[in-house]
């Protein structure tokens, strides 16, 4: 974390997810601190991780819902072939 921070202004928005095989942290340019990424399904979109956008809420609903079949590919995907949008004031 601290060899990137000071560097973070050098570049354009960005998110970065570390893990070390027993955990996973998360840093956003636009958040400016580092975060442990707890077990379960979360979404990242281009704001921050989790963000409550309708396409996050939707796909992680949608994984949900897969990770719960035999088979979760099928499911998975009909979630990354959605074309759907949100209405305006949702967004």
């Known amino acids: 974390r601290d060899q990137f921070v000071p560097h973070v202004r050098d ?4 998110n970065l997810i570390l893990g070390d095989g027993e955990s996973l942290a998360y840093f956003g340019s636009r958040e400016g601190e580092a975060r442990e990424i707890a077990p379960g399904v979360h979404g990242l979109s281009n704001h921050l991780l989790d963000e409550p956008w309708p ?31 949100a209405p305006d004031e949702r967004l």
Do not use: Q, W
């Not at 996050?56 to 759907?84: K, Q």
């Open 11 to 14: 570049y354009n928005g960005f």
């Open 55 to 85: 396409k996050v809420i939707h796909g992680r609903e949608a994984m949900e819902t897969a990770l719960r079949d035999d088979d979760p590919a099928p499911r998975l995907f009909e979630m990354l072939s959605a074309t759907g949008s």
